[in-house]
Antibody, heavy 125, light 107 residues
């Protein structure tokens, strides 16, 4: 079955960078986008961006542009999300999710079909 | 603030029906997906598009839409439906996605 397995928890200092991996299996990696979503403690979900594993093109949420980099390795079916210039309010659980396209009446959008287990990143001095 | 507005919390008696709404101008021309999240767990997809459920999601979950508001309805709520529910759709640029702030459902 489809699985997304993320890397383990990290503790970082302010100003540092972090990178979370998302290893996928059970489907053809290049056929579906991978989205990244984060959730600060006690807060809601926040969409960060997506990568098209087929071509490597990305779309980032405006809030993270200039700080986030999403990449992929098609040889290992793994997606990566790197965030630089970490601040304390970047402390959050980071999720990856495989999306699937839905189209009806000429309108298309991506829904998040399967999620990874989440990776806790703590930023503290 | 999010482009998608959800009520912070709703409560429902066991076996009764509850409607969770997601409001935003972009919903007039975009579809929504709904996610359930229980404490300590990753979100799971419950409904997407006009009214589609992934396999394994019970048919007591349904979606409907009118104008700028999309609703997730739980008909015959069960104790295990107690969770946070989030809507997600494209933002006003059409290129990015945005979540609503979430609705805590208490059964």
């Amino acid at each position: 079955q489809v699985k997304l397995v993320q890397s383990g928890a990290e503790v970082k200092k302010p100003g540092a960078s972090m990178r979370v991996s998302c290893k996928t299996s059970g489907y053809t990696f290049t056929h579906n986008f991978v989205h990244w979503v984060r959730q600060a403690p006690g807060q809601g979900l926040e969409w960060m961006g997506l990568i098209n594993p087929n071509f490597g093109d990305t779309t980032y949420a405006q809030k993270f542009q200039g700080r986030v980099t999403m990449t992929r390795d098609t040889s290992t079916s793994t997606a990566y999300m790197a965030l630089s210039g970490l601040k304390s309010d970047d402390t959050a659980i980071y999720f990856c999710a495989k999306s699937r396209m839905y189209c009806s009446s000429g309108i298309c959008f991506e829904y998040l079909e399967v999620w990874g287990q989440g990776t806790l990143v703590s930023v503290s001095s | 603030s999010s482009e998608l507005t959800q009520d912070p919390a709703v409560s429902v008696a066991l076996g009764q029906t509850v409607r969770i709404t997601c409001q935003g101008d972009t919903l007039r021309r975009n579809y929504v997906s709904w996610y359930q999240q229980k404490p300590g767990q990753a979100p799971t997809l419950v409904v997407y598009g006009k009214n589609n459920r992934p396999s394994g999601i019970p048919d007591r979950f349904s979606a409907s839409s009118s104008g700028d508001t999309t609703s997730l309805t739980i008909t015959g709520a069960r104790a295990e439906d107690e969770a946070d529910y989030y809507c997600n759709s494209r933002d006003s640029s059409g290129k990015q996605y945005v979540f609503g702030a979430g609705t805590k459902v208490t059964v």
